[in-house]
């Protein structure tokens, strides 16, 4: 493992390498700084860029927009009271303050140096129990995959907000848009018409451009013109003081293990993790009343909690292929493009590729960092950026990119589809995540259900014999239920 | 003396359930019944799969998508049927598109289009030229970005990645 680490390290700064690296970070950083564009568009729209490079630097490159997005997301909710993604509400709240008060650049710096914070320990943390984890689902059977992927299936209840049924209904397209193409058992054709493109089935990648970064695009456009363009506040560039690091040490630790712990639990994002790091900082604090009134440990916690995510997220991905969140999906599709499975075996096949990327993941966070604190004043001009110039830009990358995975127009059409479809359903507020996730999880639910009927000769009794299944269809009761029970008391909260 | 005529219990109940379907917001109900008629086409469409003479497995090709189209209806029969007896506080009454979302999708799918005839590079400078003369656009320096954009992508994807963009269908003609 050391060794696998070390020849990783050298690989992520190497001048092949690196440069690659800070160009992810850099560009993640610039798209997540810009309100409106998340992480997982970052990730989507430079996926496409990736498809020349070799795995290693196409993975690195991905690593570092998201871990740059997510940072990225605090600087326009810190100057502008904007979140640039929704990981970075909590940090408005005493950012912004921050800002009002002329402490714009000290608020940018301990947010740098918490999500770095964060990030590096989720890292840590990742490096440390993931090959546990994956080595324990080695023994995996179709059983089990069935029942995990079911497991997974649930995550869509606890993404779907307030609004239950919307994320199941989306959940179910993604689930139908899956049975597309030859049935992976018997290869019957299931929904092709005839049309050579879908015996294939439907890529993702063109989905999830179409869903992430086309949709987006027609939301931001729709209320370009009525945004008011919000002038920045006069601010003196003097950063955090030793005092102030010495403040938020314990707080940004604490909520970086937080991060990591909400990360790894699949559904639960940075959005929801830096508001519990947030609320978890505020309970602990002897001064909870300056929570909220630019309280540095508040706004500490928020962006070392959602850089937390980071690490926690690539958890189940890298050791089950389960992905938590419509970003690791997203780096799912990415890892499948370059010819990788994610699971338990990725770390047998190709551990240079799973040290490869928490190298690089460390790296990051290192050049997240440096970029973070050198580049305050440059990246305060990148949120005057005109969005005008942007949204035709992203529309033309994201079409680009479907194109350019296949060499197909056939994928251009379905991003173009589901696009449009993602924005439609974005008005009728049906969360777009759940679409992808089950359209991942769908194939591994059906595909191993199959495989067991066959092993256990159409006896459904593989459900119970087995305590691992048996030990995940348990774990998706509960998280039903749970999700059932938070989605009743958020809509008593609406109400 | 007038008798005051009560109405039936049942006609209560009746009374305030068309009450209720008429003053919820009808946009909420649209997407539902779209979907419920596409999974009930799918569901046709699932009766018409091939069923392969040596399968013995009791799970086969059609399970999966008929359970799903299933679940589908019942939740969205669900979503209906709570749009009609707990109407959504969120709701607004707003246009679910304004011009610039139309004119964003009818961009979307020119673009497209154009590319498959135009090639990318015609296509990309001419869609980006239109975009910005429909959003008024006088300054200059955002054509030369248009121009130079799309240049550098033709670039970066022709000799940094070797990825060949669509050079369309009438430069085909042409070449023939």
Known sequence: MIDHLFNGLLTALSFDILPILIFGVVGGITLGAMPGLTATMGVAILLPFTFGMDSTAALVMLIGVYIGGIYGGSIAAILLNTPGTPASAASVLDGYTLTKNGQAARALSISAISSFSGGFISTVLLIMFAPILANFALRFNAPEYFALALFGLTIICSISGSNLLKGLLAGTIGLLVSTVGLDPITSVPRFTFGIMDLYSGISIIPVLIGLFALSEALTQLESIVSEKKQALRNFSLKMLSRKDLKDIAPTAIKSGVLGTVIGSVPGAGADISSFVCYNEAKRASKNPEEFGKGSIKGLSAAEAGNNGVTGGALVPLLTLGVPGDAVTAVLLGALVIQGLTPGPLLFTHNPEVVYNIFSSMLVANIVMLIVGLIGIRFFCKIIEIPRILMIPIIMFLSIIGAYSINNSMFDIGVAVFFGLLGFVLIKFRVPLSPILIAMILGPMAETNLRKSLLMYENSWSFLYDRPIALFFLVLTAFSIYSAVKFSKRKKKVIV | MVMKRTPSTKNCAWGAFFKKVTDMN???????????????????????FAVPSFQDASVGSKFFPTAIAVIQIIICVC?????????DPQQDSAPLFNKYSIFGAVFIIGYATAIYFLGYLAATLLAFFLYLVFFKTTKRYYYLIAIVFTLVIYYVFANVFYVALPEGLFAGLFYD
């Open chain 2, 79 to 87: 979503i209906i049927l709570g749009e009609i007896f707990h109407k």
């Open chain 2, 26 to 48: 009808v946009k909420n109900i649209i997407l539902p019944s779209v979907i419920i008629v596409i999974s009930l086409v799918a569901l046709y469409f699932i009766s018409q």
